[in-house]
């Protein structure tokens, strides 16, 4: 059975601090996986997805991800996080879309 | 712009009722979902449409069904409202292709309330 966990619940950073959000998976088969943010009160979006070739991938807004086969992880990183990053994320995995728990950010300035 | 309407954003309802969300998408997708999000649990899949009349269940769908009857609409039903059914539901569209393989597209989200 397909499942995402994200073991971070909740993360508190101030404004150029570094983040890394874990994200690992459990599925046997070809993976396709993806970030999505949710800033409040706005619906989800896209930040970034993986299906294949280069395991470092590129979002919108400075963020990436790196694929890690050996590990079933998917970690979500930014360099330097800005206040306007608060937001919750969710990690997600194709073929039926299954998401993680989620990770709400808070970014102090 | 893809949009993904809901037809409600806060709803109320009774112990009991038989309540519809309706959600409609405006680029021709073939897959429609419906998740609810509740805090500390993510987003969890209730059920997911690849066609007009067909639909898949997912990880909840006890006490809810869905209809899709046209390609751009996709409801919703709870058959008897109960207030563990209490929770954001989210609507999601995505193009053709294996289901999760595109980008999902969402809708603002129906807070219901059941009392």
């Known amino acids: 059975a397909q499942s995402v966990s994200q073991h971070n619940h909740h993360v508190i950073l101030s404004e150029a601090a570094s983040l890394e959000l874990g994200c690992n998976y459990s599925y046997g088969g070809t993976v396709n996986l993806f970030w999505y943010v949710q800033y409040p009160g706005q619906h989800l979006q896209l930040l970034l997805k993986y299906f294949s070739g280069d395991p470092l991938v590129k979002g919108i807004k400075g963020f990436e991800a790196e694929f890690i086969k050996s590990k079933f992880s998917f970690n979500l990183r930014k360099p330097s996080v800005q206040w306007s990053d608060t937001a919750e994320y969710f990690c997600?995995?194709?073929?039926?879309?299954?998401f993680g728990q989620g990770t709400e950010l808070s970014v102090k300035p | 712009d893809v949009k993904v309407t809901q037809s409600s954003r806060y709803l109320v309802k009774r112990t009991g009722e038989k309540v519809f969300l309706e959600c409609v998408q405006d680029m021709d997708h073939e897959n429609m979902f419906w998740y609810r999000q509740d805090p500390g649990l993510g987003l969890r899949l209730i059920y997911f449409?690849?066609?007009?009349?067909?639909?898949e269940k997912g990880d909840i769908p006890e006490g809810y069904s869905v209809s899709r009857e046209k390609k751009e609409r996709f409801s919703l039903i709870l058959e008897s409202a109960s207030t563990n059914q209490t929770s954001m539901y989210l609507c999601?569209?995505?193009?053709?292709?294996?289901?999760?393989?595109?980008?999902?597209?969402f809708g603002q989200g129906t807070r219901l309330t059941v009392v």
């Open positions: 999601a569209s995505s193009l053709a292709g294996a289901v999760g393989l595109t980008e999902a597209f």
């Open positions: 449409s690849y066609d007009v009349k067909m639909k």
């Open positions: 997600a995995l194709g073929g039926k879309l299954i």
